[in-house]
């Protein structure tokens, strides 16, 4: 492949900082990187394939034109700055929530809708970290006994909250720990919050109606009935999820378990022997790329349900992961 000019906007956050080691593993085409960051931490040297490269201001980094940027710096910025970019010919791929719901820009994870890039999509949205797992784990299954509704249940790990999160964590454990705001309004050590992000009017939190627009617009169906209850727990790294399918269709449990174990659902691995207590802990899903899917059983309590447990890195599968792999896409 031709190598191409890449920014990270968020460089030295944390998933700017997986999106530069997802970028080196993958062996991303690089021709020269443009790490971008706020202006506290302009000046900052990071290392990529080996070299060392000097943190630059966003101003700089549209003033470079990098051929592709991958954002992850909040809403915010993404918003003022994902079109400036765009302006001079740079594909965006932005991690925030800002652009995923604009009908003009497509919602993207490539093993389920790499097809909804068009050749004029300058700006490519990164879905939800909660979200994007859950579509992977039951995006065949969908395709074989379509999917009528969705009732999950997560169990989010502080890295979703960046340094705060996990430095409010290491603070309430008499941990080192960097003298940052709180993330949280409650103690998360020893504790469980079920509330990620603001409440809305609805009552449900922003995070709990992402997970229900986005697994709308990335399967293209707005007949999928969705709903959530997103929790914060006290784990370091990687999210899971508790999840209630059903489908207009029955299915065949030894079935669905060979989706998996055969490798028919992209990034997906089984982990699924209860008897030897083998199931998916975020644990074992922290630093890979995988979705480890298990505890999978029917639902006896209502027509063609399945309930399964699945895990997977939020920074990574949920965040840098897929935006390479959109960037892989666009290429």
């Not at 399918?245 to 089984?270: M, N, R, T």
Request: net charge neutral; glycine share 6%; proline share 5%.
């Amino acid at each position: 492949m031709k190598k191409v000019k890449v920014a990270v906007v968020g460089a030295t956050g944390l998933v700017g900082t997986k999106m530069r080691e997802v970028l080196e593993e993958m062996n991303f085409p690089v021709s020269e990187l443009v790490p971008c960051a706020s202006e506290k931490s302009v000046g900052k040297k990071v290392t990529f394939q080996g070299k060392e490269y000097t943190v630059v201001s966003l101003e700089d980094g549209v003033a470079a034109k990098p051929e592709i940027a991958l954002f992850s710096a909040g809403a915010g910025v993404s918003k003022e700055w994902a079109p400036k970019f765009a302006a001079v010919g740079c594909r965006v791929i932005d991690n925030s929530s800002c652009w995923r719901m604009d009908p003009s820009v497509p919602l993207v994870v490539p093993e389920i809708n790499a097809k909804a890039i068009g050749p004029k999509d300058m700006i490519i949205a990164n879905p939800n970290c909660s979200t994007i797992q859950m579509v992977l784990a039951l995006a065949p299954l969908h395709e074989r006994y379509k999917i009528k509704r969705i009732v999950v249940s997560t169990y989010q790990s502080v890295t979703g909250s960046g340094m705060k999160g996990i430095h409010q964590m290491l603070r309430e454990r008499g941990e080192n720990a960097l003298d940052l705001p709180c993330a949280y309004p409650h103690q998360i050590d020893r504790n469980i919050l079920p509330h990620i992000d603001v409440f809305l009017d609805n009552g449900y939190t922003k995070e709990e109606m992402k997970m229900v627009n986005e697994t709308c617009k990335i399967f293209g169906d707005d007949s999928i009935k969705v709903t959530a209850t997103t929790v914060r727990v006290p784990v370091t790294g990687g999210h899971s999820e508790s999840i209630n399918v059903q489908f207009e269709k029955d299915y065949d449990l030894d079935e669905v378990k060979a989706i998996y174990a055969e490798g028919k659902a992209p990034s997906c691995v089984l982990r699924d022997d209860p008897a030897n207590n083998v199931y998916p802990m975020p644990i074992d899903a922290f630093g890979t790329n995988d979705v480890l899917v298990g505890r999978l059983r029917r639902d006896f309590s209502a027509e063609n349900c399945l309930n399964m447990w699945i895990a997977a890195d939020n920074l990574r599968i949920g965040a840098a992961t897929n935006a390479v792999r959109i960037a892989f896409a666009l290429l």
